[in-house]
C-alpha cells in the first residue's frame, strides 16, 4: 500500500493557500512532506529499549509520553546526569517504556511508533539519541511530518521510513504492551519511575538517592 502527500496537496486541501503554515497554527497534526508511503507490517514483538548491564544490581524504569512536556522536562535535565553517573558506570540498568496517556491525541502513540521504528532498525543506543531529539522537539516546537523525518535522517534513518511508521502505527502492540505493563504497575500519569519496584519522583536527587540505598 503507498501513499504520496506532498506538500502541495496538503496546502490545496487547506484552500490553496500559498505559504506553509507555521507549526501549531493548523489546530491540528502538520502532516506535510514529500515521502511516497508505503505502509510497514506490523511488529508485534520489540524488545524495551535499554541502557546499562544486564547484571546491573538495581533496574531504573520509566514510562513516558513523547508528547508530554514534564517528560521533555525529566529526559534533558534529569536523566542526563542519572545516565552519566549511574548507568555508563555500570551500576544501574535502564529500561524506557512507552505510556502514551495520550498527552496529546495527534502525537502521542505516532511518535512513539516512529521512535521504536528507529530502535528496530538501528539500535538501543540510536533509540535513545533519536527520542532526545524528539523531546527537543516538543519544547522548542509543534511536533510534525517533517520534524520526525529531519530528526530520523539527522541519525542516519530514511526519514521517510520513520515518519511511515508514525502515520501507519506498526509498532502499536509493541507500545499497547509496554502502555499495559505500566497500569498493571501502576502508572497513571507521565512521567513515572521506580527503582526498582519502588516510585520515586522522576528528578535525579530523589532517583540517586533510591540507588544508593539498594548499592
Known amino acids: ?11 490545496a486541501t487547506l484552500g490553496g493557500a500559498t505559504s506553509v503554515a507555521v507549526a501549531g497554527c493548523l489546530g491540528g497534526a ?22 546499562g ?24 535535565d534529569e536523566f542526563p546526569e542519572f545516565r552519566s553517573e549511574y548507568v555508563d558506570e555500570g551500576l ?3 529500561r524506557q517504556y512507552d505510556f502514551p496517556i495520550p498527552a496529546d491525541g495527534e502525537w502521542s502513540e505516532p511518535i512513539a511508533n516512529a ?15 533519536y527520542s532526545t531529539l524528539l523531546f527537543e522537539q516538543l519544547r522548542g516546537d509543534d511536533y510534525s511530518y517533517e520534524a520526525i523525518g529531519e530528526h530520523a535522517e539527522a541519525i542516519g534513518d530514511d526519514g ?18 509496554d502502555r499495559e505493563e505500566g497500569v498493571n504497575r501502576g502508572v497513571s500519569g507521565t512521567p513515572t519511575v521506580f527503582v ?11 532517583i540517586a538517592e533510591a540507588i544508593d540505598d539498594r548499592l
Open 1 to 11: 500500500m503507498e501513499r504520496t502527500v506532498s506538500r502541495r496537496a496538503v496546502l
Open 30 to 51: 502538520d502532516q506535510s512532506h514529500d515521502c511516497e508511503l508505503t505502509e510497514p507490517d506490523p511488529v508485534t514483538d520489540l524488545d524495551r529499549p535499554t541502557l
Open 53 to 76: 548491564p544486564d547484571d546491573a544490581d538495581v533496574v531504573v524504569s520509566a514510562f513516558d509520553d513523547f508528547a508530554c512536556p514534564h517528560c521533555a522536562t525529566f529526559k534533558l
Open 92 to 94: 544501574v540498568q535502564f
Open 115 to 129: 521512535a521504536r521504528g528507529i530502535q528496530d532498525r538501528f539500535d538501543d543506543e540510536t533509540y535513545f539519541e
Open 160 to 177: 521517510c521510513l520513520a515518519i511511515a511508521d508514525a502515520e501507519f502505527e506498526p509498532y502499536e502492540a509493541v507500545v499497547s504492551a
Open 196 to 206: 526498582d519496584d519502588q516510585q520515586v519522583s522522576p528528578e535525579f536527587e530523589a
